[in-house]
Protein backbone atom coordinates (compact mmCIF):
# COMPACT_ATOMS: atom_id res chain seq x y z
CA UNK A 1 0.00 0.00 0.00
CA UNK A 2 1.35 3.47 -0.69
CA UNK A 3 2.06 5.58 2.22
CA UNK A 4 4.68 6.58 5.02
CA UNK A 5 5.74 3.26 7.04
CA UNK A 6 8.03 3.33 10.14
CA UNK A 7 9.93 0.07 11.79
CA UNK A 8 10.12 -0.69 14.24
CA UNK A 9 6.97 0.20 15.86
CA UNK A 10 8.37 -0.22 19.16
CA UNK A 11 11.85 -0.44 20.59
CA UNK A 12 12.94 -1.08 23.77
CA UNK A 13 17.34 -0.50 24.30
CA UNK A 14 19.97 0.11 26.66
CA UNK A 15 21.66 3.37 27.34
CA UNK A 16 24.63 3.57 25.20
CA UNK A 17 23.75 1.73 22.43
CA UNK A 18 23.12 2.32 18.78
CA UNK A 19 19.44 2.37 17.39
CA UNK A 20 18.30 3.48 13.95
CA UNK A 21 14.43 4.36 13.22
CA UNK A 22 13.78 3.25 9.89
CA UNK A 23 11.14 5.39 7.49
CA UNK A 24 9.95 4.59 4.56
CA UNK A 25 7.64 6.88 1.88
CA UNK A 26 5.90 5.57 -1.53
CA UNK A 27 5.16 8.91 -2.72
CA UNK A 28 8.37 10.33 -3.78
CA UNK A 29 8.00 13.26 -1.29
CA UNK A 30 11.18 15.47 -1.50
CA UNK A 31 10.20 16.69 1.72
CA UNK A 32 10.74 14.42 4.70
CA UNK A 33 11.46 15.34 8.50
CA UNK A 34 11.68 13.66 11.85
CA UNK A 35 10.17 14.84 14.99
CA UNK A 36 9.78 13.46 18.82
CA UNK A 37 6.51 13.89 20.41
CA UNK A 38 7.63 13.95 24.32
CA UNK A 39 5.04 15.29 27.03
CA UNK A 40 4.85 18.83 27.66
CA UNK A 41 6.41 19.75 24.71
CA UNK A 42 4.49 18.76 21.86
CA UNK A 43 6.04 17.65 18.50
CA UNK A 44 9.41 18.94 17.68
CA UNK A 45 11.38 18.85 14.41
CA UNK A 46 15.27 16.47 14.65
CA UNK A 47 16.44 16.78 11.13
CA UNK A 48 14.62 17.24 8.11
CA UNK A 49 15.76 16.56 4.13
CA UNK A 50 14.63 18.60 1.23
CA UNK A 51 15.43 15.53 -1.36
CA UNK A 52 18.54 12.38 -1.40
CA UNK A 53 21.90 13.28 -0.14
CA UNK A 54 20.32 16.68 1.38
CA UNK A 55 19.64 17.03 5.47
CA UNK A 56 19.34 19.53 7.90
CA UNK A 57 19.23 20.19 11.80
CA UNK A 58 15.95 21.22 13.36
CA UNK A 59 15.36 22.20 16.80
CA UNK A 60 16.66 19.20 18.77
CA UNK A 61 18.97 17.29 16.82
CA UNK A 62 21.61 16.59 19.34
CA UNK A 63 22.36 13.20 19.32
CA UNK A 64 20.85 12.06 16.36
CA UNK A 65 22.44 11.27 12.95
CA UNK A 66 20.22 10.72 9.27
CA UNK A 67 20.94 10.00 6.17
CA UNK A 68 18.45 9.94 3.29
CA UNK A 69 21.00 8.30 -0.19
CA UNK A 70 17.06 7.23 -1.54
CA UNK A 71 14.14 9.32 -1.75
CA UNK A 72 12.09 6.90 -0.40
CA UNK A 73 14.06 6.49 3.00
CA UNK A 74 15.05 8.28 5.61
CA UNK A 75 16.40 6.68 9.08
CA UNK A 76 17.12 8.14 11.93
CA UNK A 77 20.06 7.04 14.07
CA UNK A 78 20.42 7.63 17.81
CA UNK A 79 24.11 7.21 18.31
CA UNK A 80 24.72 6.43 21.80
CA UNK A 81 21.15 5.73 23.34
CA UNK A 82 20.43 8.03 26.36
CA UNK A 83 17.26 8.00 28.95
CA UNK A 84 16.26 11.37 27.55
CA UNK A 85 15.49 10.31 24.02
CA UNK A 86 12.88 8.01 25.37
CA UNK A 87 9.96 8.99 22.89
CA UNK A 88 7.64 8.87 20.16
CA UNK A 89 9.56 9.30 17.19
CA UNK A 90 7.10 10.63 14.18
CA UNK A 91 8.70 10.28 10.34
CA UNK A 92 6.27 12.97 8.12
CA UNK A 93 6.69 13.84 3.99
CA UNK A 94 5.57 17.05 1.93
CA UNK A 95 5.60 16.99 -1.70
CA UNK A 96 6.24 20.20 -2.82
CA UNK A 97 4.48 22.62 -5.97
CA UNK A 98 2.28 24.30 -3.41
CA UNK A 99 1.64 21.08 -1.12
CA UNK A 100 2.16 21.96 2.28
CA UNK A 101 0.46 19.77 4.92
CA UNK A 102 2.62 17.21 6.40
CA UNK A 103 1.46 13.47 6.19
CA UNK A 104 2.80 11.30 9.09
CA UNK A 105 4.10 7.56 10.12
CA UNK A 106 2.51 5.83 12.66
CA UNK A 107 5.16 6.49 14.84
CA UNK A 108 7.92 4.19 16.61
CA UNK A 109 7.61 4.24 19.98
CA UNK A 110 11.22 4.05 21.66
CA UNK A 111 12.52 2.95 25.54
CA UNK A 112 15.77 3.71 26.40
CA UNK A 113 16.19 2.29 29.77
CA UNK B 1 9.56 34.06 17.06
CA UNK B 2 6.49 31.63 15.85
CA UNK B 3 4.14 30.13 18.54
CA UNK B 4 1.25 28.20 18.24
CA UNK B 5 -0.84 28.03 21.81
CA UNK B 6 -3.59 25.67 22.97
CA UNK B 7 -4.84 26.98 26.37
CA UNK B 8 -6.96 24.22 26.79
CA UNK B 9 -5.26 21.15 28.08
CA UNK B 10 -8.33 18.91 28.32
CA UNK B 11 -12.07 18.87 27.42
CA UNK B 12 -14.59 16.26 28.61
CA UNK B 13 -18.04 16.74 26.58
CA UNK B 14 -20.90 14.44 25.96
CA UNK B 15 -22.05 12.58 23.07
CA UNK B 16 -23.92 14.78 20.69
CA UNK B 17 -22.58 18.15 22.50
CA UNK B 18 -20.75 20.95 20.18
CA UNK B 19 -17.16 21.77 21.27
CA UNK B 20 -14.68 24.16 20.17
CA UNK B 21 -11.27 23.58 20.35
CA UNK B 22 -9.12 27.16 20.72
CA UNK B 23 -5.50 27.90 18.56
CA UNK B 24 -4.13 31.03 18.67
CA UNK B 25 -0.68 31.45 17.05
CA UNK B 26 2.46 34.45 16.68
CA UNK B 27 3.83 34.92 13.56
CA UNK B 28 5.74 37.53 11.83
CA UNK B 29 5.30 36.19 8.41
CA UNK B 30 3.02 37.87 5.82
CA UNK B 31 2.23 34.41 4.12
CA UNK B 32 1.26 31.65 6.71
CA UNK B 33 -0.08 28.31 7.11
CA UNK B 34 -2.29 26.74 9.79
CA UNK B 35 -2.99 23.06 9.96
CA UNK B 36 -5.44 21.16 12.71
CA UNK B 37 -4.42 17.60 13.11
CA UNK B 38 -6.01 14.80 14.79
CA UNK B 39 -4.08 12.06 16.89
CA UNK B 40 -6.80 9.13 18.55
CA UNK B 41 -5.97 6.53 20.62
CA UNK B 42 -4.46 4.27 17.83
CA UNK B 43 -1.34 7.24 18.35
CA UNK B 44 -1.15 8.05 14.48
CA UNK B 45 -1.17 11.73 13.13
CA UNK B 46 -4.01 12.82 10.80
CA UNK B 47 -4.32 15.46 8.73
CA UNK B 48 -7.38 17.46 9.15
CA UNK B 49 -7.07 20.49 7.39
CA UNK B 50 -4.75 23.35 5.71
CA UNK B 51 -5.98 26.90 5.81
CA UNK B 52 -4.18 29.79 3.91
CA UNK B 53 -3.53 33.34 5.71
CA UNK B 54 -4.63 34.83 2.25
CA UNK B 55 -7.98 33.17 2.53
CA UNK B 56 -10.25 33.49 5.69
CA UNK B 57 -13.10 31.76 4.61
CA UNK B 58 -14.70 29.98 7.14
CA UNK B 59 -15.08 26.31 6.22
CA UNK B 60 -17.02 23.43 7.32
CA UNK B 61 -16.30 19.01 6.23
CA UNK B 62 -19.65 17.25 7.97
CA UNK B 63 -19.67 17.76 11.58
CA UNK B 64 -16.06 19.83 11.26
CA UNK B 65 -15.75 23.47 10.90
CA UNK B 66 -13.03 25.54 11.27
CA UNK B 67 -12.82 29.95 12.14
CA UNK B 68 -10.01 31.77 10.79
CA UNK B 69 -9.70 35.20 12.16
CA UNK B 70 -6.81 37.13 11.20
CA UNK B 71 -7.80 40.21 13.60
CA UNK B 72 -7.05 37.51 16.48
CA UNK B 73 -4.87 35.44 15.54
CA UNK B 74 -7.03 32.53 16.02
CA UNK B 75 -8.03 29.15 14.48
CA UNK B 76 -10.82 27.51 16.05
CA UNK B 77 -11.83 24.17 15.42
CA UNK B 78 -15.82 23.15 16.43
CA UNK B 79 -17.24 19.66 16.31
CA UNK B 80 -20.91 19.63 16.20
CA UNK B 81 -22.68 16.69 17.46
CA UNK B 82 -20.03 15.09 19.08
CA UNK B 83 -19.25 11.29 19.12
CA UNK B 84 -17.14 8.93 20.80
CA UNK B 85 -15.19 8.44 17.75
CA UNK B 86 -13.67 12.16 17.93
CA UNK B 87 -12.04 11.00 21.10
CA UNK B 88 -8.64 12.10 20.54
CA UNK B 89 -5.67 14.60 20.76
CA UNK B 90 -6.04 17.22 18.88
CA UNK B 91 -3.06 19.14 17.36
CA UNK B 92 -2.88 23.16 15.96
CA UNK B 93 0.28 24.00 13.61
CA UNK B 94 2.05 26.19 11.72
CA UNK B 95 4.13 26.57 9.21
CA UNK B 96 6.93 28.15 9.71
CA UNK B 97 9.55 30.38 7.57
CA UNK B 98 11.52 28.26 4.33
CA UNK B 99 13.76 27.66 7.11
CA UNK B 100 13.91 24.17 8.00
CA UNK B 101 12.03 23.23 5.40
CA UNK B 102 8.61 24.90 6.34
CA UNK B 103 8.71 22.56 9.68
CA UNK B 104 5.63 23.00 11.43
CA UNK B 105 5.23 24.03 14.90
CA UNK B 106 2.75 22.62 16.71
CA UNK B 107 0.38 23.36 20.04
CA UNK B 108 0.72 21.63 23.07
CA UNK B 109 -2.42 19.69 21.78
CA UNK B 110 -6.03 19.58 23.38
CA UNK B 111 -7.39 16.33 24.57
CA UNK B 112 -11.20 15.63 23.69
CA UNK B 113 -13.08 13.24 25.50
CA UNK B 114 -16.21 12.80 24.22
CA UNK B 115 -18.32 10.41 26.73
CA UNK B 116 -21.57 8.81 25.89
Known amino acids: DAGITQSPRYKITETGRQVTLMCHQTWSHSYMFWYRQDLGHGLRLIYYSAAADITDKGEVPDGYVVSRSKTENFPLTLESATRSQTSVYFC????????????FGPGTRLTVT | AQKVTQAQTEISVVEKEDVTLDCVYETRDTTYYLFWYKQPPSGELVFLIR??????QNEISGRYSWNFQKSTSSFNFTITASQVVDSAVYFC?????????????FGQGTELSVKP
Open chain 1, 92 to 103: ASRGTGGVYEQY
Open chain 2, 51 to 56: RNSFDE
Open chain 2, 93 to 105: ALRGSYNQGGKLI
